[in-house]
């Protein structure tokens, strides 16, 4: 005998849109090899989306690399 509310149904969302996961936009980012410490970590755009800016997962040495005109398509990069 089945009662009322003793299966769930994860199948589908109510109003039909995807997860709020699913929704949002991707952060952009850059991947950095810091060569200060040998460790490779990904430094996100910030809020103002001026610039790409983080820092050395191991010694905090911080990097920024601005957003501009004349760039490059360039996705990888290495600090020294």
Known sequence: MTMVGENLDLSSIPGGGEPRARQR??????????????VYTRVYVN????AYEGKCPRCARPVRLDIGPGGTDQRFFVAE
């Open 25 to 38: 936009k991707p952060r952009p980012f850059l991947g950095i090899t810091f060569a200060c410490c040998d």
């Open 47 to 50: 809020r103002q989306e001026t």
